[in-house]
């Protein structure tokens, strides 16, 4: 017996020898690097790429990235979990020192696929990743970057380097890696295919669900139906009093979902702020004006065909409004 509990005793120590080896080397190693890689790409810059990018840049870029000086000079996420760090946005402006003027559109194409930087730095999960925006999405984004719009020029304001916490840097080397890039080009689906279209918009473009499924740690970028409690809300974000804030349940659930609200009533959500009851949302939910009846239609019609999640949010900052 005592054979067997000092057997025992070397096997905890053996454990616990591993796993403080394993937390060293994450803690040393950092944020993962992979091998630098980039895609041949030359976007041409029209009005008409132009102005795709800066619909889907009003609500993927400019929320995060507009700085102090009102161009997308980076700025601290202080929406983000506590728990994720001190991270701040980067300066993705024209300036060739600060910004991406230097990068070439291949190199940008690769980062918002994979989440990787054209030296195979990896961004971790704060960042968000576009491995299912079409091309023509996609190519639209870059051209808003090479615009003469004001937003993008040149800004010398440097990026604070982020502080990242163990648990990322922990989940970068389980969870959260390098996004395969796609072998064959991306089509987004005929708008008039309702389901498709909004399946699209929620997952592709406009990337509704990270923020309404259960957490940001358990999200699965690449299959975002795999995401636990996908659509369900109740991610914790922070609002700009400080104050912790609970996403909604975009599902159809009655009772704590979105199951006895119309069209008319999401579309007021979505381009007027205020939900079903008239109160206003709360940041960090955006307005997003920009979005076609067609596209809200869209996305209504695609939140009815996902899992019914019952999920009721803590709504106690209510009790502010």
């Known amino acids: 017996m005592k054979k067997f509990f000092k057997g025992l005793l070397y096997l905890v120590l053996a454990v616990v020898v591993l796993i403080g080896c394993f937390v060293a080397y994450i803690a040393i190693d950092g944020i993962p690097k992979y091998e630098a890689a980039t895609v041949e790409k030359k976007i041409e810059v ?17 929320v995060c990235h507009r700085g102090s000086d009102g161009k997308l000079s980076g700025r601290k996420l202080s929406e983000l979990p506590p728990e994720f760090g001190e991270i701040y946005s980067a300066n993705i402006t024209q300036s060739k020192t600060a910004g991406i003027a230097n990068w070439t559109d291949g190199e940008l194409y690769y980062l918002l696929r994979t989440g990787c930087k054209p030296d195979g730095q990896y961004i971790p999960v704060y960042m968000p990743k576009f491995p299912h925006m079409s091309e023509s999405d996609m190519e639209g984004v870059i051209a808003w970057l090479r615009s003469d719009n004001a937003e993008v020029q040149a800004s010398e304001i440097a990026k604070v380097p982020s502080k990242p916490s163990m648990l990322v840097k922990f989940l970068s080397h389980v969870a959260f890696k390098k996004i395969p890039l796609n072998a064959e080009p991306i089509n987004a689906p005929d708008t008039n295919n309702l389901p498709a279209y909004g399946r699209y918009l929620v997952a592709g473009r406009y990337d509704c669900y990270p923020c309404h499924s259960a957490d940001f740690k358990t999200l699965n970028m690449e299959f975002p139906e795999k995401t636990p409690g996908y659509c369900g809300g109740g991610n914790m974000m922070v609002n700009l009093n400080g104050n912790q804030i609970f996403t909604a349940n975009l599902t159809a659930d009655d009772a704590t979902g979105i199951g006895t609200w119309t069209e008319e009533d999401f579309r007021k959500a979505l381009h007027e702020g205020v939900n ?14 920009g979005l076609t009846n067609q596209e809200v239609k869209a996305i209504f019609t695609y939140l009815r065909s996902v899992p019914v999640i019952k999920n009721k949010v803590d ?3 209510d009790k502010d409004l």
């Open 46 to 62: 029209t009005p008409e790429k132009v102005a795709i990018g800066a619909k889907i840049a009003a609500v993927q870029c400019v």
């Open 276 to 289: 079903k009851e008239g109160k206003s949302l709360r940041d960090p939910m955006l307005r997003y004006n």
């Open 315 to 317: 709504r106690q900052w």
